[in-house]
């Protein structure tokens, strides 16, 4: 009995023994086989920054009343161009009681006060004729007179003020909204029939219209605080339009704003771009769009896949895994220089001809594709 449990021990150990065995053996067979290796490569790399953003016209203008009313009548359509001085919209005037009942009364007034001085005037006149008054009191009764004959005309127009929105006859009627520029009418926030208040000192005043020249547009968006050190004004962009199939249109930076804003924690920073389009080109205010800046290139230069980098946790440089003529792999560090996130340029370390261990599932799948 005793001899059979020593010879079923010594068998379950025989096989623990070989299961172990089989174990470290697939494991360090498994370590060979399943890595791959990529070589290192020519190729021209660039840096560049995108912005997002919008193309907007660089002159728009709103048309405001200069008098509150009530629009007759608009005789333009969106989208339609104009010239300087077109006529937009006409404005009727919805006098207010009271403040004509008070201009009305002045008149009356302003008349009494003339029909007086006119009566003093022609008193002093005979009697300044005879000798009895002074020069000095037909003088002054001269501009008495002159002075009420200006204070009724006055009062008459600023009856015809309230009660038209200008004075009859007028070459440049308030009524009458016309555009400031050339341009194409962006929109039309009102309609006929619509009540419009004056842009005064306290009150910015209805828009009747919003005209824009579509010939000068701008790109205006917005980067990141890391980015906006590198950025100079002057500099040639591109910028991408979504809307047109992607097509881009060359542009020139004009504006870095100095102070940048907090936008969901990170500090933004505005930028503007005067953008050159072709005047058979449909483009329309508002549209989305990418403005690439371009920071430095290099062509035909020494990489590899950023993904087969690997960093030293205590140095935090640099390193690749070069495979040996006996098939183990070597640590070697190297020395980076430009990156577009894709590839990197390697300046020492690494040779052409180089076989790099293929160490992480990015760094396959890139090798993968470089491959097909």
Do not use: C
């Not at 172990?20 to 660039?46: C, H, L, M, Q, W």
């Not at 009271?98 to 009566?119: E, F, G, H, V, Y």
């Not at 219209?209 to 906006?228: H, L, Q």
């Not at 992607?246 to 771009?273: H, M, R, S």
């Amino acid at each position: 009995m005793k001899k059979t449990i020593k010879i079923i021990i010594a068998l379950v150990l025989l096989v623990l023994l070989a299961v172990v065995i089989k174990y470290f053996s697939d494991s360090n067979s498994k370590s060979v086989v399943d890595y791959k290796v990529a070589e290192p490569f020519y190729t021209s790399i660039k840096t560049k920054i995108v912005a997002t953003g919008k193309l907007n016209p660089e002159e728009e203008i709103e048309l405001k009343p200069q008098i509150s009313g009530i629009v007759d009548k608009i005789f333009v359509e969106e989208g339609d161009v104009v010239k300087k001085g077109d006529l937009i919209a006409k404005i009727r005037v919805v006098p207010n009681e009271q403040n004509l009942a008070s201009a009305s009364s002045r008149i009356n007034t302003a008349k009494l006060s003339r029909n007086n001085a006119q009566t003093l005037y022609d008193r002093n006149r005979a009697l300044f004729e005879k000798g009895i008054v002074s020069k000095q009191d037909f003088e002054n009764s001269e501009l008495s007179l002159s002075q009420a004959v200006e204070s009724y005309k006055q009062a008459q127009n600023d009856y015809q003020i309230i009660k038209r929105g200008s004075l009859s006859g007028g070459s440049g009627a308030s009524t009458n909204i016309t555009a400031q520029i050339p341009g194409t009418i962006l929109e039309i926030p009102i309609r006929e029939g619509d009540q419009v208040i004056q842009s005064n000192n306290f009150n910015a005043g209805t828009t009747i219209a919003t005209v824009a020249d579509m010939s000068k547009m701008i790109f205006e968006g917005k980067v990141d605080e890391a980015e906006v050190g590198k950025l100079e004004e002057g500099k040639e962009i591109i910028v991408v339009l979504g809307a047109l199939n992607e097509q881009d249109f060359p542009a020139k930076l004009t504006f870095v704003a100095p102070k940048g804003l907090e936008e969901n924690g990170a500090v933004q920073f505005t930028i503007k771009a005067d953008v050159d389009v072709e005047p058979s080109t449909k483009i329309r205010a508002g549209y989305s769009a990418n403005a690439e800046i371009e920071l430095e290139s290099k062509d035909s230069i020494l990489s590899i896949k950023e993904s087969l980098l690997q960093f030293n946790r205590i140095t935090e440089k640099p390193f690749v895994e070069i495979q040996k003529e006996e098939g183990e792999f070597k640590k070697v560090d190297v020395e980076t220089g430009l990156s577009d996130g894709i590839n990197i340029e390697i300046k020492e370390g690494v040779e052409e001809g180089d076989k790099i261990k293929v160490w992480n599932k990015a760094s396959e799948d890139d090798n993968d594709e470089n491959e097909d």
